[in-house]
């Protein structure tokens, strides 16, 4: 199994809702991420997780919050989101450390819209 | 700071080689890598290089020039399913820190 798998595929909130992403890997990594993409620009990194503890957080809102119950799983939960934060959520995951010489296997993304 | 660059679009034929470039100014290094993501996809691996030199993997090929901070990426008999943007993304040597290049958008016409 090399597959990062993402739900949901879209989602569509209004700025008080509530609501998570779910990334999800089997394949034994140690290292996952999350990234946000608008249109036409490249992955901006969000969060790292390495070992299950968060080791980067680059300067992301509070309202963006992110959990990872275990090693397979890594939630992005949304609260008071923007507009401006619709976006592609990407959730990639690497083998070892999360040492950058590893690979980074990425998920089919969430397409979120905040209306 | 972290600096890598693009050029934002190109065109070629099908059948065609072409050759996206990349520069690079980092504050670490620790590889670089090439991706490819079809629109409203996820990016997929194409190719990692650490030490300089060419590396050749089927129609793709990627070269890396650590002292002038360059890498490109070679495309062979192009096809149209080759139409995507291409990322590379550096590896920095502390942290986690792994910055995408802002991404070339290829286009193959017939």
């Known amino acids: 199994d090399t597959e990062v798998t993402q739900t949901p595929k879209h989602l569509v909130m209004g700025m008080t809702n509530k609501k998570s992403l779910k990334c999800e890997q089997h394949?034994?990594?140690?290292?996952m991420y999350w990234y946000k993409q608008k249109a036409k620009k490249p992955p901006e990194l969000m969060f790292v997780y390495s070992y299950e503890k968060l080791s980067i957080n680059e300067s992301v809102p509070s309202r963006f919050s992110p959990e990872c119950p275990n090693s397979s799983l890594l939630n992005l939960h949304l609260h008071a989101l923007q507009p401006e934060d619709s976006a592609l959520y990407l959730c990639a995951s690497t083998p070892v450390s999360g040492d950058s010489t590893d690979t980074q296997y990425f998920g089919p993304g969430t397409r979120l819209t905040v209306l | 700071g972290q600096n890598i660059d693009q050029p934002t679009e190109m065109t070629a034929t099908e059948g065609a080689i072409v050759q996206i470039n990349c520069t690079y100014q980092t504050s670490g290094f620790n590889g670089l890598f090439w991706y490819q993501q079809h629109a409203g996809e996820a990016p997929t691996f194409l190719s990692y290089?650490?030490?300089?030199g060419l590396e050749e993997k089927g129609r793709f090929s990627s070269f890396l020039s650590r002292s002038k901070g360059y890498s490109y990426l070679l495309l062979k008999e192009l096809q149209m399913k080759d139409s995507a943007s291409y990322l590379c993304?550096?590896?920095?040597?502390?942290?986690?820190?792994?910055?995408f290049g802002p991404g070339t958008r290829l286009s193959v016409l017939p």
């Open positions: 993304a550096v590896g920095a040597v502390y942290g986690q820190n792994f910055v």
């Open positions: 290089n650490v030490l300089d």
């Open positions: 394949m034994g990594h140690r290292a």
